[in-house]
């Protein structure tokens, strides 16, 4: 097996091709409904960093996001696939809930660290049942940690609307402790952000070090590429799969606490939303790589605080989901996006490839100008009924060919940015 | 120029791999009904010539020709087409389908077009089968039936497809001394029936009792074409590695001391949850090199792993520098002085996506000073890689380069170097040649006699008869889990330890 | 004592074995095309995304077309080609399988949430749109107990375990099975035989796209006639554990089916039972049966049961 002796920024390039694709093929499903793209991006960008109390609320969205990123890129990188950090989250929140609302005579500081710890056990627990039950009978962790997250939604949703209920509308429970409540940084008009966020960095410095520097990353690691050669090694597989899922449940844990103690104060059941899931995506776009995570985990929680604004403008916010699709789905088959870059670092290659592009280029206007022209609306209304699909079947070919034409574009430039960096590198190391 | 006269005739054959030149500009000639053997030590390009034979692969360059027939073979299905078969080296078998179901697989019996006709295949197996002499059970599943009968359905399935050229990669690696005979019965059956054989194999005496011609392949190219009754060993051997080979390494006496390693009656189940090691008992003494012969799959792997602690003991006990150490797991068995060079380097001794300092502590990591109170000492790791790179030789001397980019000599060193750099006092060896060039081959095998120098207990497993004969103070012979004997190289012969390696006792053998 | 009564009475109760076929009979679908993946050797974890996008399928048109059927028919289209993107991300790209699955039900939740509004203007859910009806079976109708179980049974029931034997019939009697089972075991052997090891794993994909489809069409058009979003609830996994504990063999996954729709039965039932109270506050607990008796089952059987030994493992030619 040979393994890829590529720079290392080459490991960023295939999720960076992928978020710009998806947001091509977004754009066109936008089209598809009727709306302009551009306006739609305008919007959520404005909606993400437009201004302070949009930057404070992305902030806010990116905090947990940070943490369920690191718990799969956890994961992934120990050879486990949590899908499950969803309900860890839902657990680690909960659990946090029941301690928090009995710590009102303690002083804030060691309450948040009670229930933040004990929000971080729960999920820690919630992952280890999947994590023991693989290594104990090899029951595959994508199928358990599915259960478990149904088993967490429907039990969270019993707690809010028997045992903790308060008030009436939606189920919620009784508000925590003042002194369980993280201390805001800054607010700015409605928004608080809270000091979840330096937790989430910390996190993420603190498994960098866990997995570059220590003995303890280099097994969990080693375990994650070659089970056997892990095994011959003298490491314990049925404990580094169990240790390796609570660590990541652990993670998503913190991130259930934190949304309790930093952004509801209470425990609603739907509390979780969806971000154990975009912890995939976020893994997979920051390559398992903590660092790339926080990065990653931005560019996630720009994207849900923009999808809200867009939702005002009309367009659904699933939209989000669609793009996260799209980019795990490249990234998962990477040598897609890889068999697509072209590497011009000689001057032929330079001609050939760009001669190519060209022709692409061009074919592809012709037949966006002609169907844009067969598609005009009445065009064929001597059809009938009939008329009316046809006229349909062009648009759909002008869209199609709208976008192959904006990927192939968006392919040339990226290819052309990375030749140029990398002929540029050889030099720098030609002359030292 | 005709080729009418030739089975198969490969004209300038190059083939390119990203890294090296597998073929360059190869010629070769089979005549027909003959048994051609080519020979080539790993890595030579028999493979890859083979390869493109079958249309497994394209050559870049170059023509060939069946029967005085230019062919472009774009797949198997060509090649079976014009009438060749190939028996491969591991077998291309499905386990969970049966003996009948695995010959017709890709040309089944049918009815009404798209039904599958167990009864007509079943019969059809039976009767060829009968008719060469091969004998095989038709609706036993692959998993269930011994090596030979497999390699036998392997035959089958070239047969049932009409070949007139069958292609032999290898094929008695996997058999006894006796089994070998009985292929060669069987090759020469088919001869008789007016079938074109090529068989590839390393092993010279085999070469010299089955063939008619010879070619002799190195790094890609042809180096010679021999007719059998002309030649000798020596002869293909100086065209195999290109210089003189020392056919058997210097042993110094040397006296083994206190028994370090030590079983009894130990009992280890396979994959599938049978007994695969039923009852061995062995003891390895400071300063002594045990063998251990046998075919493949007769237990080794499983018994490797249990005294290695990689697999679960169901019954027995192992004793350890004088320690019951029974059920121990790795870390534990390493850190009283167990190495292991394990038999598949890429599955166990390697994480190819490391860099050469990872794995140059894999199975020492926690060690001081690789370790420091948790953390990683790079420093130390980044020396002791570079120090062990220049005393083993690894090349490319680059530490930073992943496990999976050196070549299968260098890793194998590389795993050795590691091993060794353990100080173990007792040290299980499995195949640690396979694969290797005559170099590399040479280097290891001083290695180990210079850990039997330093009263390292070793334990070596091998599936080639003279490594082991030629390395081990005693020998044993393991045959379905059990020790068929034990016996000194010096007071035995191949023939002898090939009778056990067939399931005879030593008392058998030699009563 | 009471309790017991409770407990067993359920199983008197011809409701019960209606309740356990409606319930089963989308794992039937799904679990089958698990199979046809998986046995050609390629994981399909995006089951849940076909059954999700083959439900909203068959309401769309449906809504558009007032033929529950024809709905049904673009359920089908419609999860082959998304099952298409499966195969041809795993297959020719060699993609993480589980992970392509993942992007997979991701996409399909997003699709069918986002056209929500703009097909039927509202976020959520749909009223009734149609569904396919029941029929009666004439001599049944009138038997006790058996015509109060399945006198009116829905056709999808009755194609649901049409396809469990054709399916059966396909793997193991004919020559096509035997590639499917040959390619998902041994892809290299079955090679250089000259079997297409690509082709066979497509047509197994895409008849998991085309089962799953159904099955999703079945909880959509077939029970409720609506579409809720994320309406599929997990049943996806449900019916890759059917598979597992069924052996990869169609019979198998259908009796597991059986078993993990007759557990969500019972739990219904339990819930309405007369006999005993069950107090209203404990009732949302109940929902967690199903997904509780899979974790228990997955856990217990596995091992115990063998895969196709290439079960995931893309496919390369050797270089």
Redesign the interface.
């Known amino acids: 097996m040979r393994v890829s002796a590529l720079p290392r920024f080459w490991a960023f390039i295939v999720p960076i091709v992928s978020v710009v694709v998806a947001l091509l093929i977004a754009s066109v499903i936008i089209i598809m409904i009727g709306k302009s793209p551009i306006e739609a991006y305008t919007i959520l960008l404005k909606g993400a960093f437009g201004s302070s109390s949009a930057i404070a609320n992305t902030i806010v969205k990116t905090t947990p996001l940070i943490l369920t990123g690191l718990a799969v890129g956890f994961g992934f990188r120990a050879g486990v696939f949590n899908i499950g950090a969803e309900g860890q989250m839902v657990m680690g929140a909960l659990m946090a809930t029941l301690v928090a609302i009995n710590l009102g005579s303690v002083p804030p500081f060691i309450a948040i660290t009670i229930t933040l710890l004990v929000g971080m056990l729960a999920g820690a627990g919630w992952a280890a049942i999947a994590g023991y039950l693989k290594a104990k009978t090899g029951a595959h962790e994508v199928v358990t940690t599915i259960m478990l997250n149904w088993i967490a939604t429907y039990l969270s949703s019993y707690m809010v609307q028997v045992p903790l209920a308060v008030g009436s509308g939606t189920p919620k429970s009784p508000e925590i402790a003042p002194s369980t409540k993280l201390p805001e940084l800054l607010t700015v008009g409605a928004i608080n952000m809270n000091a979840g966020i330096i937790v989430s960095i910390i996190a993420a410095i603190l498994l960098y070090i866990i997995l570059e520097k220590t003995t303890m990353g280099y097994e969990v690691k080693a375990a994650g590429f070659n089970p056997y050669a892990a095994e011959y090694g003298g490491i314990s597989l049925s404990k580094n799969i169990t240790m390796s899922m609570a660590i990541s449940g652990a993670l998503a844990g913190l991130a259930g606490a934190i949304e309790l103690t930093g952004v509801h104060y209470r425990f609603l059941g739907t509390l979780s939303g969806g971000k154990g899931f975009d912890g995939i995506s976020i893994a997979l776009i920051g390559q398992n790589n903590p660092i790339g995570i926080i990065f990653a985990a931005l560019l996630m929680g720009a994207l849900r605080t923009g999808s809200n604004e867009m939702q005002f403008a009309g367009i659904p916010k699933h939209i989000v989901m669609i793009i996260q699709g799209i980019v795990i789905f490249l990234v998962a088959a990477d040598r897609i996006v890889r068999t697509s870059m072209i590497i011009m670092d000689k001057k032929e290659r330079i001609a050939q490839e760009t001669k190519r592009f060209v022709k692409r280029a061009v074919i592809l206007s012709i037949i966006i100008i002609v169907s844009m022209f067969l598609s005009k609306e009445g065009l064929w209304s001597f059809l009938g009924k009939f008329g009316y699909y046809v006229g349909k079947v062009f648009w759909v070919i002008e869209l199609v060919s709208l976008l192959s034409l904006m990927i192939v574009v968006a392919l040339y430039i990226i290819s052309a940015v990375i030749s140029l960096g990398m002929v540029y590198s050889r030099r720098k190391k030609v002359k030292s | 120029m005709s080729y009418e006269d030739y089975a198969v005739v490969m004209k300038g054959i190059v083939k390119r791999f990203p890294s090296v030149l597998a073929n360059d500009h190869v010629d070769l000639f089979v005549k027909k009904g003959e048994i051609h053997a080519i020979v080539g030590e790993n890595g030579a390009g028999k493979s890859t010539l083979m390869n493109q034979l079958y249309g497994l692969l394209k050559p870049d360059e170059g023509e060939i020709y069946i029967f005085g027939k230019k062919v472009d073979l774009k797949g198997p299905k060509d090649a079976i087409a014009n009438g060749i078969g190939m028996v491969h080296q591991h077998f291309m078998l499905v386990d969970n389908l049966t003996v009948a179901e695995n010959v017709v697989l890709g040309s089944e019996t049918t009815k009404s077009g798209f039904l599958f006709d167990l009864n007509e295949a079943r019969k059809k197996v039976k009767e060829l089968s009968e008719k060469y002499g091969l004998l095989v059970d038709v609706d036993a599943k692959i998993e269930d039936i011994p090596v030979g009968m497999q390699q036998r359905v392997e035959i089958l399935k070239t047969l049932y497809r009409g070949a007139e050229i069958l292609i032999f990669d290898e094929p008695t690696a996997v058999l006894t001394p006796q089994e070998t005979e009985e292929l060669f019965d069987v090759m020469r059956r088919l001869k008789e029936a007016g079938k074109t054989m090529i068989f590839i194999s390393h092993k010279l005496n085999e070469v010299m009792e089955i063939s008619d011609n010879i070619t002799v392949m190195r790094l890609g190219k042809v180096t010679a074409n021999l007719k059998t009754s002309e030649t000798n060993e020596v002869e293909i051997a100086r065209a195999m590695v290109g210089r003189e080979v020392v056919l058997r390494i210097e042993k110094p006496p040397h006296k083994p001391k206190e028994v370090v390693f030590e079983t009894e009656d130990l009992w280890v189940k396979d994959n599938r949850g049978l007994d695969a090691v039923k009852g061995v008992s062995l003891k390895v003494r400071a300063g002594e090199i045990v063998g251990i012969a046998g075919v493949a799959g007769n237990g080794q792997t499983e018994l490797v792993e249990a005294i290695t602690g990689l697999r679960k003991i169901e019954k027995g006990k192992i004793t350890l520098l004088g320690q019951d150490a029974t059920g121990y797991d790795p870390r534990r068995l390493r850190d009283m002085g167990v190495a292991h060079i394990p038999e598949d380097r890429l599955k166990h001794g390697l994480i190819v996506q490391y860099p050469a300092y990872y794995n140059m502590i894999l199975g020492q990591q926690w060690w001081y000073p690789y370790s420091n109170r948790g953390f990683l000492n790079h420093q130390v790791i980044y020396e002791t890689t570079k120090k062990l790179f220049e005393e083993y030789d690894v090349r490319p001397r680059d530490i930073n380069m992943f496990g999976g980019n050196f070549s299968g000599g260098n890793q194998q060193k590389l795993v050795v170097a590691r091993e060794i750099n353990a100080k173990p006092k007792f040290m299980v060896v499995a195949q640690p040649t396979r694969g290797l060039d005559v170099g590399a081959i040479e280097f290891i095998h001083k290695t180990l006699l210079k850990m039997r120098e330093q009263d390292v207990a070793i334990l070596l497993i091998s599936m080639e008869l003279e490594e082991i004969f030629s390395l081990s103070d005693r020998i044993l012979v393991m045959y379905e889990g059990e020790i068929m004997g034990e016996v000194r190289p010096e007071e035995t012969t191949v023939e002898e330890v090939g009778l056990m390696m067939a399931g005879k006792k030593l008392e058998e053998v030699r009563s | 004592m009471k309790v017991l009564e409770a407990l067993l009475s359920i199983f008197i109760n011809p409701q019960f074995y209606k309740i356990a076929l409606t319930a089963s009979t989308p794992l039937i679908f799904a679990s089958l095309g698990g199979v046809f993946s998986e046995i050609t050797g390629v994981t399909n ?1 995006a089951l849940e995304g076909i059954m999700l996008l083959g439900a909203f399928t068959s309401i769309v048109f449906t809504f558009y077309t007032g033929s529950a059927w024809f709905g049904i028919l673009m359920a089908v289209l419609v999860g082959i080609g998304f099952s298409w ?1 499966h195969a041809w ?2 297959i020719k ?4 399988q ?3 699955g ?10 069918t ?6 097909i039927f203007g509202r ?1 959520g859910q749909t009223d009734f749109i149609g569904r396919i009806n029941d029929i009666s079976i004439p001599g049944l109708r009138n038997v006790p107990f058996l015509g109060e179980a399945i006198g009116e049974i829905n056709p999808l029931v009755i194609i649901a375990f049409v396809s469990v034997f054709v399916s059966w019939f396909i793997i193991y ?7 499917m ?2 390619v998902g ?2 892809p ?8 297409n090891v690509y082709k066979i794993r497509y047509f197994g994909v895409l008849m998991s796209g085309v089962l799953a489809s159904l099955g999703g069409a079945f909880l959509s058009v077939g029970e409720t006639g609506n579409f809720k979003e994320l309406m599929s ?2 049943r996806g ?1 449900i019916a ?2 059917a598979m ?1 504990l069924g052996n990869w063999n169609p019979i198998g996954a259908m009796l597991a089916s059986l078993l993990f729709g007759a557990s969500e039965a019972y739990a219904n039932l339990l819930q309405s039972s007369k006999l005993i109270e069950v107090p209203a ?2 009732k ?2 109940f ?2 049966v199903p ?2 008796v ?2 228990i089952v ?3 059987f ?2 115990k049961t ?1 895969p196709p ?1 290439a079960d995931g493992v893309p496919y390369e ?3």
């Open positions: 974890i993107l991300a795993s790209w060699l993609g993480n589980i992970v392509v993942t992007a997979l039900i991701l996409i399909a939740q997003g699709i949430g986002f056209l929500m509004k703009p976020p009697k004919t020559t096509l099975g035997l590639r089972r040959s075991e041994n290299e052997a079955a090679d250089t035989l000259g079997i609830g997990g996994f890759l554990a597992i506050s404990v949302p607990l929902n967690m997904f509780i899979t974790l997955i856990s217990g596995i091992g063998r030994a030619k050797a270089e």
